[in-house]
C-alpha cells in the first residue's frame, strides 16, 4: 500500500503540473481539495481520467469522487479495492 | 488614424527576452519556450501556482499582463487580446487524445485551454478584474484595427483603460507585444505608432 501511495503522490504531481510540490510535502492524509493541496474541479476531473487510464476504475458517478479524493489514504483504499490494472 | 488616447506602456515577449517599454527586462540563453517562460516566472518573483496548469498561449499572455498589470491599480481594465493561432496548438493537443478510439482519454486540462480567449479569464482572475474582453484573430498584428476597437471601447464603455495587443503561440514559437491604452500616457494612441513600437524590439 506503502508503494501505491508514493506511486500516486508521483502520478498527482506529474499530471495535475503541481510544479512547486514535492513528494514528501504530501502527507497521506492530507486533504487534496480546498486548504490541503488546493486542487480544483478540473483537477477532479484529471483524477478521474487517471483511475480509468492507469487502474481501470470508472466512476460511474462523478460525485462518488468526493469521498475518494478525500486525501492519498482514501484514494488508495479505494484503488487497491477496485483496481483491474 | 488619429487618437485622444495615448499608450501608457508595452511589454514585448520574443526571442527569449522580455523588455518593457523596448528596455530589457529579462534575457535568458534558454531558447525552449517552457524553460524560458518558467525562468521568466521566477525571475519576476511571482507565485501563483495556477500558472503551471495553464497551457503555453495563457502562459505567455499571463506573464506580459503581468508586468504591465502589476503595480496597477484601475480596475476597470478591458482586454483585447489579437493572435494569428488562436488555440490551435493546445487544439492540436487535444486531437491527438482522441484519435485513437483504442486510447481514448482526453485530458480535461487540456480541453479547457482549446479556446484563445480563455487566457483573458486567466488575467482578469488574477487582477480581479470584471471588464470587457475581446480575442481576435488576424494574420498578422493588425495596429489599424486594434487602434479602432480600442478607442471605440474607450469611447463607449465604462472601460477606463484597455490592455491591448497580441499574442501568440504556436509549435513553440512565440510573439507578444502588449501595451496599456489610457487618456494618457507617453506614446500616440495612433495605428502608426502602434507599428513602430511593435517593431522596437
Same mark, same amino acid.
Given at each position: ?7 500516486? &503522490? ?31 474541479? $478540473? ?13 481501470? =476504475? ?5 460525485? +462518488? ?21 | ?8 506602456? %508595452? ?30 516566472? &521566477? ?6 501556482? &495556477? ?11 499571463? =506573464? ?9 491599480? +484601475? ?22 487524445? =482522441?484519435?485513437?478510439?483504442?486510447? %481514448? ?20 482572475? !488574477?487582477?480581479?478584474?470584471? /471588464?470587457?474582453?475581446?480575442?481576435? $484573430? ?13 478607442? /471605440? ?19 513553440? !514559437?512565440?510573439?507578444? %507585444?502588449?501595451?496599456?491604452?489610457? &487618456?494618457?500616457? $507617453? ?5 502608426? +505608432? ?6 522596437? =524590439?
Amino acid at each position: 500500500m506503502s508503494d501505491l501511495k508514493l506511486e500516486l &503522490k508521483e502520478k498527482i504531481i506529474e499530471q495535475l503540473n503541481l510544479e512547486d510540490v514535492a513528494v514528501e510535502e504530501i502527507a497521506d492524509t492530507d486533504p487534496l481539495f480546498g486548504e490541503g493541496l488546493g486542487l480544483d474541479s $478540473i483537477d477532479a476531473l484529471e483524477l478521474i481520467v487517471m483511475l480509468d487510464k492507469d487502474y481501470g =476504475i470508472k466512476l460511474a458517478d462523478p460525485k +462518488e469522487g468526493r469521498k475518494i479524493f478525500e486525501s492519498i489514504d482514501t484514494m488508495a483504499g479505494y484503488i487497491a479495492e477496485h483496481r483491474s490494472r | 488614424m488619429n487618437s485622444s488616447f495615448q499608450i501608457e506602456r %508595452f511589454c514585448h515577449i520574443r526571442n527569449h527576452r522580455i523588455s518593457v517599454n523596448g528596455e530589457m527586462l529579462f534575457e535568458t540563453p534558454e531558447t525552449d519556450f517552457a524553460a524560458f517562460i518558467k525562468a521568466s516566472y &521566477k525571475s519576476l518573483g511571482l507565485s501563483y501556482s &495556477k500558472f503551471f496548469k495553464m497551457d503555453n498561449l495563457s502562459k505567455l499572455a499571463f =506573464i506580459a499582463a503581468d508586468i504591465l498589470l502589476k503595480n496597477e491599480t +484601475e480596475k476597470k481594465i478591458a482586454l483585447v487580446f489579437s493572435n494569428r493561432g488562436s488555440s490551435l496548438d493546445t487544439d492540436r493537443k487535444h486531437q491527438e487524445s =482522441i484519435e485513437n478510439t483504442a486510447d %481514448f482519454y482526453p485530458s480535461p486540462a487540456v480541453f479547457v485551454y482549446t479556446l484563445p480567449n480563455i487566457c483573458l479569464g486567466e488575467i482578469s482572475i !488574477k487582477h480581479e478584474l470584471h /471588464s470587457e474582453n475581446a480575442f481576435f $484573430i488576424f494574420d498578422s498584428f493588425n495596429p489599424s484595427e486594434l487602434q479602432a476597437y480600442c478607442s /471605440s471601447l474607450l469611447r463607449t464603455s465604462n472601460s477606463e483603460k484597455v490592455l491591448c495587443g497580441w499574442v501568440d503561440y504556436d509549435k513553440g !514559437k512565440y510573439d507578444a %507585444f502588449l501595451y496599456v491604452v489610457a &487618456k494618457n500616457g $507617453i506614446f500616440a494612441h495612433t495605428s502608426e +505608432e502602434l507599428t513602430r513600437l511593435y517593431q522596437t =524590439i
